[in-house]
């Protein structure tokens, strides 16, 4: 059983500067809402209470986001705002949620590997921290569920136009059906020619114990950093991988345009922005707008 969330939140958010230089990216509000709190709630809903969260320097406003605000909580409540006490309340009861520091930046498999003496030899799912899933049923349960039924890794991917590939980490394999694939091949970023298919590994991971032994055999790889898709090429040769098509859409708030097209969207599902918003879209779009 997958009872255990681990959510790499150190990285220093270099395509989010100047606004990531004191703040953590993973902090940054998608309207009002601090992205990673998204991340954390996704785990929850799938029925995971444990998680730890791999944070590193100038990430503290992560830790004081999920703990109790003294302070705040008796001001709302002296001003009879109880909704919102409630509220802030919730995030400090949210789960288990732990914390450890990544020291120095090495990449994504090393933050994972600060997560060995929490997960011990339990499989965990990943969540990275800057990534933002909605779906009807959370994009961890269907892993968990594709996990009951392999009992090995699963990659959480999603299908990108064959022109885009070169983004992404691509796999091959044996299709098994449209959403499931059996994975014997994980290229990095290749032109489309090279591509063994259009799934691309996207944010969402359920890892078996035997990862920590493949990241100790990673050489540092791809800007000097241990990858992830490294240790997992090398745990490939060992077990089984399966890919998994979940449904659902990803928003990367770790770029600067999808951070935009993410607020946008969101806020034009929201009662008291759409309407508003849209006008005001429409006016700049225009070119009516005067100031
Ligand atoms: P990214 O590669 O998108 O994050 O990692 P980054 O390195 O912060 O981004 P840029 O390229 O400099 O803008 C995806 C997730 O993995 C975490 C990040 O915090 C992010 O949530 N991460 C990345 C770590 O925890 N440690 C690392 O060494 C690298």
New binding site residues.
């Given amino acids: 059983m997958v009872k255990k969330a681990v959510?790499?939140?150190?990285?220093?958010?270099?395509?989010?500067l100047p606004a990531?230089k004191v703040q953590p990216?993973?902090m940054l509000p998608i309207i009002d809402t601090p992205t990673i709190q998204y991340v954390i709630q996704e785990a929850v809903d799938a029925g995971i209470e444990d998680i730890l969260v791999?944070t590193?320097k100038g990430k503290r406003a992560i830790e004081d986001h999920f703990d109790r605000n003294f302070e705040l909580e008796s001001h709302l409540e002296g001003n009879g705002n109880q909704a919102w006490n409630d509220e802030i309340r919730r995030l400090s009861d949210m789960a288990n949620i732990h914390f450890i520091r990544?020291k120095e930046?090495?990449?994504?498999g090393?933050?994972i590997n600060h997560a060995r003496f929490h997960t011990g030899d339990e499989p965990f799912v990943v969540l990275?921290?800057?990534?933002v899933m909605r779906s009807a049923i959370p994009v961890t349960q269907q892993l968990i569920d594709i996990y009951e039924q392999y009992q090995c890794s699963i990659l959480g991917v999603e299908t990108v136009p064959k022109e885009k590939v070169s983004r992404y980490g691509i796999l091959g394999g044996n299709q098994i059906s449209d959403h499931i694939m059996e994975v014997t091949d994980l290229i990095e970023k290749p032109t489309p020619k090279e591509a063994p298919s259009n799934f691309a590994i996207a944010?969402r991971y359920i890892l078996t114990p035997e990862i920590y032994k493949a990241l100790e055999e990673t050489p540092r790889g791809k800007n000097n950093?241990i990858q992830i898709t490294d240790a997992l090429k090398i745990l490939m040769q060992r077990e089984k991988i399966m890919a998994y098509k979940f449904e659902g859409k990803r928003y990367?708030i770790?770029?600067k345009l999808d951070y935009l097209k993410t607020t946008i969207e969101f806020a034009l599902e929201r009662e008291e922005f759409a309407k508003p918003l849209m006008a005001f879209m429409k006016e700049i779009c225009s070119g009516k707008k005067k100031n």
Avoid at 7 to 16: E, K
Avoid at 128 to 131: A, E, K, P, S
């Fill in positions: 959510i790499p939140a150190a990285g220093l958010g270099t395509r989010f990531t990216k993973e791999i590193g990544q930046m090495n990449g994504l090393d933050a990275l921290g800057d990534t944010a950093e990367d770790g770029n």
